[in-house]
């Protein structure tokens, strides 16, 4: 059961800037978990993925203690990343100890000063710290338009580097596969026609769709069917559906040894640690199936029902819903910080725990919103209880807006 133990804590609101603060109260609350992204439910304290870390700690210690460029790898890495590009359908991948150093210390190594990165304006902040610490020229178009993104691609092929008046170095179009805020989902079809049609190259960071979405639970690709060779650098975490920490990159072998040899973070952090090696190693060996039962299976299609019953019956009970039907991740939007505060305590005194976003997490336009994130470890009995609160509540506070926003 995705139950978890948390820290009890009183909210406030300040009236000039309408934002949130909290006290913890030192109190220790069980409660049902709708905020985590433990997807696939392998973020727990018993089963098999427990054991196989449990014996990587008894023969590899807890800590490398040293970066990748010296005595920080061993066995264990070598092995997630072979499983890692089998898993993905790449010729090779590299993992690193933190999901946002994947990308923030990442892509300077991929573009530079003669180069273009055309990115997402709703993409994540470690892709754009990864942009910004690159020195390319950024250009951003309207989140997942592609009229306006293909609009910016012929004008900067068209164009050329402004200052030198020279075509650029390259061109890297950066998407994610799911938008954490937002719950939409890429269009990856379309986004990978452009980039074939003005030659660029394409960045896809998976953090939330990879183990989530798609029938194989191989992501954005596998949801649409794209061959991940027309996708050039895949990222993805491993902090989400494989109840790990850290990320990877998968690309051609030519990239990933570029990679290898210039990567900050393989330079100067500490790699990865072997149990979390070991617990994702685990976790998609049982999504793939190679431990030899159907378990991966049944909690790829848990999180599938789960994530369709609640969107459908929370739009039922009157909320606006933001994202795409495949997305595990369900913005329900309640707009006023007035509503958001009142029914986040009112949640949070029936031991459910959930998540409100507001500015500048989010635009203004759109307001604040409760983030819910499902899991394959949620019951059906777990969800209705949710489902009931929400309904009651959102009523008490007014907090239903009946408006179903498009994907």
Wanted: with cysteine; aromatic share 8%.
């Amino acid at each position: 059961m995705l139950l978890g133990t948390h820290y009890s804590f009183k909210l406030g609101i300040t009236d000039s800037s309408h934002s949130f603060f909290f006290r913890l109260t030192g109190k220790i609350t069980r409660s049902i978990n709708t905020g985590s992204y433990n997807y696939l439910g392998f973020a727990q304290n018993a089963g098999p993925c427990v054991e196989a870390v449990e014996e990587a700690v008894r023969k590899h210690g807890l800590a490398r203690c040293s970066p990748r460029h010296e005595y920080g790898t061993i066995g264990l890495h070598n092995e997630l990343e072979t499983i890692v590009a089998r898993f993905v359908g790449k010729p090779a991948a590299m993992v690193f100890g933190m999901g946002f150093a994947t990308n923030s210390t990442n892509i300077p190594t991929l573009v530079g000063k003669k180069d273009l990165i055309i990115s997402d304006e709703l993409n994540h902040a470690s892709l754009r710290e990864g942009a910004r610490r690159s020195e390319a020229t950024v250009k951003v178009f309207k989140h997942n338009n592609m009229v306006n993104l293909e609009k910016v691609l012929r004008e900067s092929v068209v164009q050329g580097n402004p200052r030198t008046h020279r075509p650029w170095g390259k061109i890297l179009i950066i998407v994610e596969g799911v938008y954490s805020m937002e719950g939409s989902v890429v269009r990856l079809p379309e986004v990978v026609a452009l980039k074939n049609k003005y030659k660029a190259y394409l960045y896809l960071d998976e953090a939330h769709s990879i183990g989530a979405v798609g029938p194989n639970g191989r992501g954005v690709t596998d949801y649409f069917g794209v061959d991940p060779a027309d996708v050039d650098i895949m990222m993805r975490t491993l902090t989400k559906s494989f109840g790990g920490a850290g990320g990877y990159i998968a690309a051609t072998q030519e990239i990933v040894d570029h990679i290898r040899g210039r990567s900050h973070s393989a330079a100067y952090a500490s790699s990865m640690s072997p149990p979390v090696a070991m617990q994702a190693i685990s976790s998609m060996r049982i999504i793939m199936g190679e431990d030899g039962t159907d378990e991966g299976k049944k909690r790829l299609s848990a999180l599938a029902e789960n994530n369709k019953y609640f969107r459908r019956r929370i739009q039922e009970i009157g909320f606006t819903v933001f994202g795409h039907d495949a997305s595990p991740i369900i913005p329900v939007v309640t707009y006023s910080v007035t509503w958001s505060g009142a029914l986040f305590l009112k949640l949070a005194r029936r031991k459910i725990a959930t998540v409100v976003v507001g500015f500048p997490a989010v635009a203004n336009v759109t307001g604040f919103r409760f983030r819910f994130c499902l899991s394959a470890a949620h019951t059906p009995e777990m969800l209705d209880e949710v489902l009931d609160a929400m309904d009651e509540i959102g009523d008490q506070v007014f907090a239903k807006q009946g408006k179903q926003h498009r994907k």
